[in-house]
C-alpha cells in the first residue's frame, strides 16, 4: 500500500521534470520541427557522410603508408567510429579535439560525427591525428 507522507513531493517533482501533460507542447515543437521536411533524415544522412569521410581518410591513408597505428574494431555503418590508437596518442590528440574511449584498455576511442560537423571539422582532425601517426 502507498503511503501518502512518504510521496507527498511527486507531484512537484513530476512538475519539476516537465511531466505535465500542459508543458508537452514545449518538448513537442521540437519533434514537429525535426519530422517536417525529413529535417531528421538530412541531419543523420549529414553526420553519416562525415564519418565516412573521416573513415576514409584515414584508411586512404594507411593504404598509402603515411600513417601507422590505427585499427578499426568496427564497420563503419553510421555517424560512429570505433578505433585503437596507439597509447598516449589519443591524450595528445584530445588536447585540441574532443572524442572519448571506448575500451581504455584496448586503446578503442569513439569518434562520433553530427549533424553539424563539417569537412573542415574532419579535415583537420585527420590532420591532427596524420601529426601524431605519421610514419
Known sequence: MINPDEVSGLAYLQKLNMQLASK???LSVQFISLL???LWRRSAGHANAMATRLRTALQDRIDAGTIAGIGFTQQT????ILATLPAGVADRVRQQYAFYDWNP?????RWVCSF????????????????????
Open 105 to 109: 584498455g584496448l586503446g578503442e576511442v
Open 36 to 38: 517536417e521536411g525529413d
Open 24 to 26: 508537452m507542447r514545449f
Open 77 to 80: 555503418q553510421a555517424n560512429t
Open 116 to 135: 553539424d560537423t563539417t569537412e573542415d571539422d574532419v579535415d583537420g582532425f585527420v590532420a591532427a591525428l596524420e601529426t601524431e601517426l605519421k610514419v
